[in-house]
């Protein structure tokens, strides 16, 4: 069985349709978003229909949380404006947002937004932002989002020695997953990566192989950055299309 994980669309039509035409191309059997479908981007209506009409399993991140509780005071001013112009653009749709789940279980692995133990605002960058998330993983893996830059962290059961595992000079990651560890794999960001590359991360579980892989793919940005201009969105909105 092979599941595709993504997170982090945030409205970007164009960045999602490529990754969504990947991940058709390797036969997914399942597709899983890992929140934030909407916020920051042009498009959040047309990203919640498509999101539904492939049929995705699909969890809230800290952008639709920050919408059902009407909160947005964690949230930096350019992310503040771009969730307020949202809520009006998707109307109705707030009530089909509240509906989806906080958290997933699949087989050996859960899926989050940004940890187990803050569900919507915690950030995992560090190995130290691990220790109580690997305390309270009760499966092999955890998949999360969030932070916007892909990577892995292992822990090892015997020793407890964690370590944290970067992609490549290409943003990709392969990884065979091991029985003596436990992992918290970050799927990074469809639609806006902070790692440098404009690229939106694509991941692929190969459940019955137990391996990871995360893939790199090339879209029309600047059709991207033109609605954000047109649509008179945060001008850091459109900078954030660079991959920072």
């Known amino acids: 069985m092979k599941i595709g994980i993504i997170s982090d669309i945030h409205s970007n039509l164009e960045a999602f349709e490529v990754s969504l035409s990947y991940l058709e191309k390797n036969k997914v059997d399942k597709i899983l978003i890992c929140g934030d479908i909407i916020g920051y981007g042009p498009n959040p209506k047309e990203c919640i229909n498509l999101s539904n009409k492939i049929g995705a399993s699909i969890l809230r991140g800290n952008h639709e949380q920050g919408i ?8 930096k001013q350019y992310a503040k404006i771009t969730i307020e112009w949202t809520v009006k653009e998707i109307g109705q749709q707030v009530e089909e947002i509240k509906k989806w789940k906080d958290k997933e279980v699949f087989g050996d692995f859960w899926v989050v937004h940004a940890s187990i133990s803050d569900l919507f605002y915690k950030y995992i960058i560090k190995i130290e ?31 407890g020695e964690t370590e944290k595992i970067l992609a490549d000079f290409s943003g990709k990651i392969d990884l065979k997953l091991e029985d003596k560890f436990k992992y918290i794999i ?27 892989k995360l893939d790199r793919l090339e879209y029309n940005f600047e059709k991207t950055l033109k609605k954000v201009i047109e649509k008179g969105l945060p001008s850091k ?4 299309l660079k991959g920072f």
């Open 129 to 159: 932002d691990t220790k109580e998330e690997f305390e309270k993983l009760e499966n092999k893996i955890c998949f999360i989002g969030h932070t916007h830059i892909p990577c892995v962290f292992k822990k090892n059961i015997e020793t």
């Open 186 to 212: 970050n799927v990074g960001s469809v639609g806006f990566p902070r790692d440098g590359l404009p690229f939106p991360c694509i991941g692929i579980y190969y459940y019955d192989e137990k391996f990871f």
């Open 237 to 240: 909105i459109g900078s954030f």
């Open 68 to 75: 059902i509780e009407n909160d947005f005071s964690r949230f």
